[in-house]
T-cell receptor, first 113, second 115 residues
Framework: DQQVKQNSPSLSVQEGRISILNCDYT??????FLWYKKYPAEGPTFLISISSIKDKNEDGRFTVFLNKSAKHLSLHIVPSQPGDSAVYFC????????????FGQGTRLTINP | GAGVSQSPSNKVTEKGKDVELRCDPISGHTALYWYRQRLGQGLEFLIYFQGNSAPDKSGLPSDRFSAERTGESVSTLTIQRTQQEDSAVYLC?????????????FGPGTRLTVL
């Protein structure tokens, strides 16, 4: 049972344009969401997070949007840069329990010069 | 301040052998997690340690998997009688449990290959 889904395994975007990565979840108990970025041979790096009490959180070029009714979140990167090329994982946790993260399968983002 | 470190970075073993993976969390982080990532998959939770509480072992896939943590420092993940399906990258993460922010910081992982 995949509780967190990233339906696009890959995405290609031109440098300078907006990258939009999507994530859907099924568990209504999830109330905290994170995006991680992963380069090859490295561990995931925390990027940005959002609590369920908000619908938007912004940090520089990165913005995460949360639509609780649709159980959907998205990560916007603008403008996209070549260094943004990586695999992006969406993760979710519930305040009840051990704070373990449930991850999506990841989306490989490629920024083309 | 060093990040989370893991050793070895790569491990190749034969089916049926036991392996031990090590994680050194960020100093002062009270929570420690183990995940694994199979090829083409997302990260899969294995086990969680928080202070002196009993660990949450709900993600361990079989009784061949076990983990220990010494106080609030190093942790070892042991896989007994390895199988080919155990081949994966094993990732360790730690976090500072405060308020509602449980941001987890990951190590580089150990790539395990079972022949």
């Amino acid at each position: 049972d995949q509780q967190v889904k990233q339906n696009s395994p890959s995405l290609s975007v031109q440098e300078g344009r907006i990258s939009i990565l999507n994530c859907d979840y099924t568990n209504s108990m999830f109330d905290y969401f994170l995006w991680y970025k992963k380069y090859p041979a490295e561990g995931p790096t925390f990027l940005i997070s959002i609590s369920s009490i908000k619908d938007k959180n912004e940090d520089g070029r990165f913005t995460v949007f949360l639509n609780k009714s649709a159980k959907h979140l998205s990560l916007h990167i603008v403008p996209s840069q070549p260094g943004d090329s990586a695999v992006y994982f969406c993760a979710a946790s519930a305040s009840q329990g051990a704070q373990k993260l449930v991850f999506g399968q990841g989306t490989r983002l490629t920024i083309n010069p | 301040g060093a990040g989370v470190s893991q050793s070895p970075s790569n491990k190749v073993t034969e089916k049926g052998k036991d392996v031990e993976l090590r994680c050194d969390p960020i100093s002062g982080h009270t929570a420690l997690y183990w995940y694994r990532q199979r090829l083409g998959q997302g990260l899969e939770f294995l086990i969680y340690f928080q202070g002196n509480s009993a660990p949450d072992k709900s993600g361990l896939p079989s009784d061949r998997f076990s983990a220990e943590r010494t106080g609030e420092s190093v942790s070892t993940l042991t896989i007994q009688r390895t199988q080919q399906e155990d081949s994966a990258v094993y990732l360790c993460a730690s976090s500072l449990v405060s308020d509602r922010v449980y941001t987890q910081y990951f190590g580089p992982g150990t790539r395990l290959t079972v022949l």
